[in-house]
């Protein structure tokens, strides 16, 4: 699998691995997630967790749709699996949130796998700028 590899990629990426390794396969989502945020900030990224992205329908906000598990650094959305594969549904999910949150990449990132790295996927959103579908 290509992935697009940023110097940010790369370091989230590294921290997601070293996560892996340090657990290993099997946790639920949540338990990764807060080891993820704990090997972030080791490694000094700033991050938000738990975005509250709001659904907006033809210019009227319907309310909190989504949450977006990370934001690292204001530019890269991580959001993290444990399912026994990841499937287009996912890919649609962050495409989602990379044209919501005006942001070019993203990493999916599934860790119920052997090799972290087979559990990567990188999305990038072609349409940066863009106002999406839900804003005028």
């Known amino acids: 699998m290509h992935i697009y590899r940023t110097p940010l990629a790369r370091q989230v990426i590294g ?3 070293e996560v892996h390794a340090t657990v290993g396969p099997g946790l639920l989502e949540s338990m990764y997630q807060h080891c993820l945020a704990h090997e972030l900030t ?3 990224l700033s991050f938000r967790q738990e975005v509250e992205l709001p659904l907006v329908y033809k210019g009227i906000p319907i309310g909190i749709g989504y949450r977006v598990d990370f934001v690292v650094e204001g530019e890269l959305v991580l959001e993290l699996k444990t399912v026994e594969r990841l499937l287009p549904i996912h890919n649609a999910q962050m495409m989602t949130y990379l044209r919501q949150l005006h942001l070019r ?25 863009d106002p999406g579908p839900s804003e005028p």
Do not use: E, K, Y
């Open 42 to 44: 080791l490694q000094g």
């Open 105 to 129: 990449q993203g990493l999916l990132i599934n860790f119920n796998v052997g090799r972290l790295i087979d559990g990567v996927r990188s999305l990038l959103n072609t349409r940066v700028g």
């Open 15 to 17: 921290c997601a691995i």
